[in-house]
C-alpha cells in the first residue's frame, strides 16, 4: 500500500495531499502518516501550517508523542491553532504542567489565545487539580470577555467540581444564560463526582423540565447516582426512561457499563450478564464492570471465567483496574493459586512495575499467609509510596508478626517524617497483647499529633487496641471522651471488644450504659455480643431479657443474633429452647447447625447430636466435624466414630491440626491407643492440641513414662506448651503416684515455660497430694494461694478427705464448702458417707435430714450399651449378664422413668436384625421376669 500511495500521489495538487491530512487523521496509522508526511515535505506544503498542525495531532493519536514534539520544534512561525494542537498532545500524553507551561509562554510572548485555547487549559488543571491556577484562568476569561462561550463555560464548571469546589460549580451553572446538554451533563457529573448524588438526581429532574434532551451521558450519569444511593426503584426508572431515549441501545456503552454496574450491586447479576451479552461492542470497562459483578455476588469461578475468556478477545486487553479488581478478590477469598496465576500474567504482560499493582500484590500474599512473598515484593520494589509501606506494615500485623509491623513502622518514620490515619489504622492491630501498651500509647501520641482527636475511626481502633493490651481504663476513658460524637460503631468496639477478650460483665455494664444514659439504638452486632457475654458468663435472667430485646427488634432477624441465641442457651444448659430457636429461624446457614450441633455436646445431648448431624443441610465443615467427633468422643462407641473418620477423609480434613487432635481423643477414650497414635503420627502438622491430646491418651491408659517422654518431645520440637498442657501432665503424675515430679512440674510452669498457674492447675495439685495421703500439705497449699480458692479446689480435698477417712479435715472443708456452694449435693453426701464410714450415724442422719429439708438431689448418673447401631438405655440385670462382652457399652443406672413394652422392645430388635443371640436372651427374660426389669430402648 505504502508504494501504491507513493506512486498515485506523486504529481498532486496541494488540495489532494490536505485531503490526504485530513483522511489519515480520522485513521491514524504511523506507516501512512509517515508516508503522508514525507509527501507533505516533497510537495512543499509543510509551511502550511494547517498540514504541520494535523501532522502533529496524529503523530500524538498514535502514540509517537515524540514525533509530536520534534514537528512542534521545526514550525517557527506558530500560530494559536498550532499552539492549541501542542497542548491538547501534552494533554492526550498526560503531561498537565507541560501544557500549562506552554500556556504560560504563550501569554509572555503575546500570542493572542482564543477560547478553545483557555477550554484546552481549563481541561489540564482538572486532570491535576489545580484549583489557584484554574480560579486565574477562570478571571482570565471573564476579563477576556470569553465566558459567554458555552464550551469554556462548561469546562470551567467541571474543573470545579473535579476541584472539589462544587459551590463554585453550581454558581456558574446557575448564571449561564444559555445551557446545552454538555452543560447539564457537567453539573450533573460534577455533582456524583462529589458524592452530592441525591443533588445529580435533582439536576437531572430540572433538565427533564428544561428544552434539552438526555443523551448517553446523561443516562449513565443517573444510573451511578441511583447506584450510590441504593435506590432500585429510580434507577429502573432511569433504565426505562434510557431506553425510551433510545440510550441503552449497543452503541451506548457507557450506559451498559453502568447498568452492569447496577444491577450487580443489587444482587441481579443475571440482569447484569443479559445486558452484558447483547453489547456489540464491549470496552474494558464492559468487562472489569461484569468481572467485579460476578465477584461481588459470589460467583468467583464465573469471574475467572471471564478473566480467562477476556484475554482471547482482539479489540480489548487486561489493564491495570482488571488487575486491582481481581486481586483483591483472591485476597479476601484467600485464594492463593488463583493469586498466584494473576501475578503470572503480570510479569508476562511486564506491567509489575505499576504501583497500585504491585501494592495490590503485597496485600495478597499477606492475606493468603505468605508473608514471605509479601516480604520479597516488599523489598524488591524499585519504588514505594506510603500506601505500599502501609500494606506491608498491616500485613505482619495480621499475621501475628507483631515485632516486624512495628520494626518497619519505625523505618516508615525515617523515610517519611510524617505518616496518615491508615499508617495508624495498620500498625494499631500490632499491639494485641500487655507487652505492647507501651509501643500503643507511642501510637496515641501520633494520633493526637495528627490532630485526629475527632476522627472516629481511629478512636475506634485506639479503643480496640487498649482493650487488647488490657488497659480498660484507657479504652473506656477514651470512649467517654467521644461520647458526645459517637456512633453505634464506637460503642460496638467497646462492647464486642470486651467480648472477644473474656471481659463479659465489661460489655454487659457498657450496653446498659449505652442504652440508658445515651439511648444509642443497638444493632445486630451490639446484640451478638451482649447475648455471647451472657452465655459465657450463664447469666439465665440476663439472657432472656436480652432475648426479648432481641424479638422487639428488626436485628432479632439476623441470623447471626439467632446463631448467637442458639449458642448462649446452650451454654446454659437450655437445649429445649435452643432447639425452639433453631427451629424457628428461616435462614440457616451452616453456622446455625454447628450451633446447634454444639449445644447439644455441650450439654452431653449427644444422640440428638448425631441425629442432627445425619440430616445436615449443607456440606459440613472443620468446626462441624471436630464437634461432631468430641460427641463420638463422648459417646466412647467406636463405631461411630470410624464413620466420622471417613467423613474425615472425605471432605479432605485429614490435614487439619484441630481435627486430628480431636480423632485422637477419640480413639485414645474409646480404648485404642494403637489407632490414636496413627493419627499423630501422620498428621503433617502437629499442633498444640495434638501434642496436649496425646499426652493426655498416654495418661488415660496409664503409660506414665510415655506421657512425660512426649511432654519432653514436644519442648525439644519447639512447641510453647499450654493450659491443658500442664493440666494434663499433673492428671499424669496424680494418677501415678509422681507426686515430687508433678510438684516439680508446677512450681517450674512460670518460671521455665512462661505459664501462670490457673484454677484447675491448683485443682490438680491438690487432688495429687490428697491421693497420695498428704493433707496438710493439701490444705497449707490452699491457704497459700494468692487468689481465694474456687469450691472445685475445696472439693478435690474434701474428696481425699473422704477417700483416707480424716473426719476432722473433712468437716472443716465441707463447712467452707457448704458456704461458698450450699445447694451443691454433692458436698453433703461425700460428708454424710465420712460419718457413716467413721460410725457418726447420729450426724448422718442428720445430714440426711438437712439435704431432706433443702430438697436438694444429686443429678442421676446414666450410662449406655451400643447394640449394633442401636443405643438401648436401662436392659435389666439378667439380659445384661448374658449380653457377649462386645456388646457392652458402660452399664445403665436404674431410674424410674416409664418403660417401653418388651414387645416393642423386641419388634424393633427384628426390624433392625440384632442377632438372635440378643433377642433369645431377651425372650428369655420376659417369661423368667415379673415386669419389674422391662427392657427401655
Known sequence: MSYRVQENFKNTRLQDVFNMIRHVTLEPNIINVTIVHALTLKVGCFADLRAATSLLTVYSRTGYFGSSMALFDEVRDKDTIFLNAMMSAYIENKWFDVAFDLFVKMIGEGIQFDPTTLVIVISSLSNNKSLVQGQLIHGLSIKAGMLADTFLSNAVIDMYAKCGHLGSSEFLFAEMERRDIVSWNSIISGCLYNNRHEKSLWYLKEMNCSENRANGVTISCAIAACTCLQEFGVGLAVHGWGIRLGCVESHHIAVANSLISFYSQFRDVNAAECIFEEMVVKNVISWNAMIKGLALNGAVQEAFNLLHDMQFVRSVEPDITTLVTVLPL??????????????????????GSELSVVNCLVDMYSKCENVEKSEYLFWTMPKKDLVTWNTMISGYAQNGRSWEAQNLFKKLLSWCSTCTLPTLLAILPSCESPESLEFGRSIHGWHQKLGLLNDILASNSLMYMYICCGDLLSASTLLCRISAKADVTSWNTFITGCTQKSHFWEALQCF?????????????????????ASGNLELALQGKLIHGLVLKTPSGLDIRVQNSLVTMYGRLGDTESARLIFNHSHNHNLCSWNCMISAFVQNEDVKKALELFRILDFEPNEITISTVVSACTQLGILEYGKQIHGHVFRFGFDKNPSISAALLDMYSNCGRLDVALRVFHSSPEKSVSAWNSLISAYGFHNNTRRAIETFKEMIDSGISPTNSTFVNLLSVCSHSGLVDEGCWYYDHMFSKYGMLPATEHHVCMVDMLGRSGRLHEAYNFIKKLKIPPDPGIWGAL??????????DMGREVADILFSLEPENVSYYVALCNMYVAAGRWEESVNLRTIIQDKQLKKTVGYSLIDVGLILVNHLPSPVISQLPVNHLRHLPSSTNEGRRPVKEFQDLLRRSKI?????NICSGVQSRSSGVHTPRI
Open 798 to 807: 474434701l474428696s481425699a478427705c473422704n477417700y483416707h477417712g480424716d473426719l
Open 512 to 532: 446498659n450504659f449505652m442504652r440508658q444514659k445515651f439511648h444509642i439504638d443497638y444493632d445486630s452486632i451490639t446484640l451478638v455480643s451482649v447475648v455471647s
Open 915 to 919: 442377632c438372635s443371640q440378643f433377642f
Open 330 to 351: 483472591c485476597s479476601e477469598l484467600m485464594l492463593l493459586r488463583e493469586g498466584k496465576s494473576v501475578h503470572g500474567f503480570i510479569i508476562r504482560r511486564e506491567i
